[in-house]
């Protein structure tokens, strides 16, 4: 399957299954988006009748991209078939009851009181807890004991607010450093904050013990005080600013993300990313709002557009800056077309439910953070292990290719299936699709691919 656009002046023809991006004149790509569909005389003729005004299109030309094309499909670059269907159970397989990475939910409670909130201000619809240091100690050894040969392992500090229980965390990680020679292991945290209780203690800790950090900002102070306000009604932006600037600064170089929601109140989010990078942020994320549709904070089919159009604009900032020597990251337009993720994760996605568990302050295990609250995704716990083995086996079955839907998209060995939790929730099923998510993932691999590529002509 082959996948042709165009963007940033880029003619971009896909191949699905070998992964190969090419950049082809405008020729060249009109014969390729009609190749398999029309007899090859009949698109010498469109061909030649397209561009008779040129003189540089004769029908030698023409000839000359046929056989380039062919040499391209010979050596498997270009109309390549897909072969990954009959593996795609069996590679899930392999890794079963092997577990990479714990969302430890050491805080059901917040300081924020955001309305757009999946985890409903922090408490996943439930009661507000925090997780004690004896459940967070046998999360770990969870982890280890369910770990098999895997030597890295990810945990996440996740909450609610997990610095509302910081002094658990700091022992957690000591712990867990205690344990991982002896273990065989190498533990890498993550921890995600809104700022409030940010101060030196936090910037000291997290910047010499977690490999990355998580820091919500969503941009335009209106827009970000328009939503993360504590409960009295007052906006957070103020507060937290400063503490992230100097954050960031005495990171160095370690790795970290701002990570903004926009909502119907910002689809034109790209203004949020300009103010990310005038305040000095350079490593940035901004993911649209995961609520109910008919939520006031819900995108809407008319932001969709705006949404899709912001995205091309942020490719072309984001390729602007590149050559001016000023780069930034963003999250989504992460990729890489040299090597690229393995088959496996291409067919099988981000292993919720079976290789990544969130772990609520009680000890119950979720397939991931979103699922957290729904009994009937209840796992099992980190005492007893999985005990629904029902649902750890419709996540264990949840791969591109048991969605119907995915079977003819372009983008399918990108997204994976897409978010198991997105699917669910707006489905009922964790192998259905969110439709409004497919859009927006194949238009953010589209600008991803296309800056890439543009990148990489740059360099030649």
């Known amino acids: 399957m082959i996948h042709c656009y165009k963007l940033l002046g880029l003619n971009i023809v896909l191949d699905t299954s070998s992964g190969s991006v090419h950049l082809v004149d405008e020729v060249a790509y009109d014969i390729i988006e009609t190749y398999e569909s029309l007899p090859k005389e009949e698109i010498k003729a469109m061909i030649l009748e397209k561009y008779k005004d040129r003189d540089d299109v004769t029908e030698a030309d023409i000839e000359d991209c046929f056989s380039d094309i062919e040499e391209l499909k010979e050596a498997g670059k270009l109309f390549v078939p897909d072969t990954f269907r ?34 409903s201000q922090g408490k996943y619809h439930g009661e507000r807890a925090v997780m004690s240091l004896e459940v967070g100690k046998r999360a770990l050894d969870f982890l280890i004991e369910n770990s ?182 963003f999250y989504h337009y992460m990729i890489d077309l040299k090597g690229g993720p393995c088959i496996y994760k291409r067919i099988s996605g981000c292993g919720s439910g079976t290789e990544y568990m969130a772990v609520t302050p009680w000890g119950d295990l979720y397939p991931c953070h979103q699922f957290v609250g729904d009994e009937k995704y209840k796992l099992g716990s980190i005492y007893e292990g999985v005990t629904n083995k029902s649902a750890q086996d419709e996540f264990a079955a949840c791969n ?43 238009k953010r691999m589209e600008c991803a691919i296309a800056l890439e590529a543009a990148k990489t002509l740059d360099e030649e």
């Open 400 to 442: 591109v290719y048991a969605k119907p839907e995915c079977a003819d998209c372009w983008a399918k060995l990108y997204c994976s299936g897409g978010c198991a939790a997105n699917a669910y929730h707006a489905t009922g099923s964790v192998t259905g699709i969110y439709k409004s998510g497919c859009e927006l993932f194949k």
């Open 148 to 329: 098999g040969s895997r030597h890295n392992l990810e945990v996440d500090f996740f909450g609610g607010e997990p610095l509302m229980n910081f002094d658990v965390v700091k022992e957690l990680v000591k712990y867990a450093r205690e344990r991982e020679k002896a273990a065989g292991k190498n533990f890498r945290f993550t921890l995600t904050t809104n700022g409030v209780l940010v101060d030196d203690d936090v910037i000291d800790f997290a910047n010499r013990e977690c490999a990355n950090v998580v820091l919500s900002l969503d941009g335009r102070r209106e827009i970000h005080d328009r939503f993360r306000v504590d409960f009295a009604g007052n906006g957070s932006f103020d507060k937290i600013v400063p503490k992230f600037q100097k954050f960031v600064k005495e990171r160095g170089d370690k790795s970290y993300y701002m990570r903004g929601t926009f909502t119907h109140a910002n689809p034109d989010f790209l203004e949020d990313i300009k103010v990310m990078l005038d305040l000095g942020f350079k490593e940035l994320s901004m993911e649209p709002v995961v609520c109910a549709e008919g939520d006031p904070s819900a995108l809407t089919k008319s932001d969709i557009e705006i949404v899709k159009e912001q995205y091309e604009k942020l490719a072309e900032l984001m390729l602007k800056k590149h050559r001016e020597g000023d780069p930034f990251t």
């Open 86 to 119: 009959s593996m795609a159970g069996d590679l899930k397989k392999k890794t079963s009851g092997v577990i990479k990475a714990l969302c430890l939910h050491v805080a059901h409670t917040c300081n924020l009181n955001c309305s757009y909130c999946f985890a």
